[in-house]
């Protein structure tokens, strides 16, 4: 009888002795709630001075809503940075540390876990040692993630196109899809657009006369950008070289722009014709600046439209 109490003694004991052991090991691991990086508290609550992320269920700390694109910070182990005006939030990861230098989380070169750090299968050489498989840098950048890793000039905001080199008129330049600079196609810059003259053909390219009963046309020209009306000239009458010498616009064009040329001859009783239109894409501009548009540089001018040749210049302010 005293054997079997000795006995069970000894297994209450032991199995208190494991019970504390386990709750000690569960606390221990047990992720913390409604503090930074912690789970928010099931009413979508965190302690005062946190607040929650919906999308991510942790809290983190409340952030002024003004901030500056590419502002980054670290708190508590938590990665934040700005993207116009609003902060986002990376929690580093159990071998990682934040890092506002590298902007980002980079590996824990402590080497206190891991592959590798002060231990391994052979000391200071062989796959341990100082270095190993998870080394003492950090991770590729990822473009896409909204924030500027090392290695990346942009990571999906924009810049105003004047604050790059100082050569634009205006307009946002994104970052491109690779984050390596801003895609500076979409800045604009300030052209004066001027016509000069055209030159026609006896008679209109169906043959028939320009005016009835066989007299020469009264030219106008409206110039259109993306599909807005900026020019309108004067009309010259009974003319097959119509020219200005004052009619022009300064606008702001990207190279992704457009040009419509609408030539018209005017007739005293009304129904004006539109016997030519012309597109000019913006990239043309570039290359074209000052100079003609005849038959051997777009097609069709004369045989289908009645157009020896059209002048007309592109002036960079």
């Not at 990682?96 to 989380?105: D, F, H, L, R, T």
């Not at 190279?255 to 609408?262: G, M, Q, R, S």
């Not at 129904?271 to 003609?292: I, R």
């Not at 157009?307 to 007309?312: G, N, Q, T």
């Amino acid at each position: 009888m005293k054997t079997n109490c000795v006995f069970l003694l000894i297994t209450i004991v032991t199995f208190l002795l494991v019970s504390c052991g386990g709750d000690d090991d569960s606390e221990k691991n047990k992720k913390t709630y409604g503090s930074e990086g912690g789970y928010c508290y099931p009413d979508g609550t965190c302690d005062i001075g946190f607040e929650c992320n919906e999308t991510m269920n942790m809290c983190f700390e409340e952030e002024e809503e003004d901030c500056i694109t590419g502002e980054v910070k670290c708190s508590n182990n938590v990665f934040k940075w700005c993207v116009e005006g609003e902060w986002y939030h990376k929690v580093c990861g159990d071998n990682e540390i934040c890092s506002e230098k590298s902007k980002g989380c980079i590996d824990d070169e402590s080497g206190d876990s891991g592959d590798s750090g002060n231990s391994g299968d052979s000391g200071d050489s062989g796959d341990s040692g100082n270095s190993g498989n998870t080394g003492n840098t950090s991770s590729d950048p990822e473009c896409g993630n909204y924030y500027v890793e090392t290695g990346e000039v942009c990571d999906g905001d924009s810049k105003e196109c004047n604050g790059l080199a100082g050569i634009y008129s205006g307009g946002n330049a994104p970052c491109r899809s690779d984050c390596t600079g801003y895609d500076e196609s979409f800045c604009r810059n300030k052209w004066r657009m001027q016509i000069n003259s055209v030159e026609l053909t006896e008679k209109m390219a169906d043959g028939s006369s320009w005016d009835v009963p066989g007299g020469m046309p009264d030219v106008w020209i409206n110039v259109l950008h993306n599909d807005e009306l900026i020019l309108e000239t004067e009309t010259k009458d009974d003319t097959l070289s119509p020219s200005w010498t004052n009619e022009y616009v300064e606008v702001s064009i990207s190279n992704t722009d457009k040009f419509v040329f609408e030539f018209w001859d005017e007739d005293a009783a009304g129904g004006h014709d539109n016997f030519a239109t012309l597109s000019l894409s913006t990239y043309v501009v570039d290359t074209f600046n000052d100079g003609e548009l005849t038959e051997e540089n777009y097609e069709n001018l004369k045989t289908k439209y009645g157009i020896i040749s059209f002048s007309i210049s592109f002036i960079k302010k």
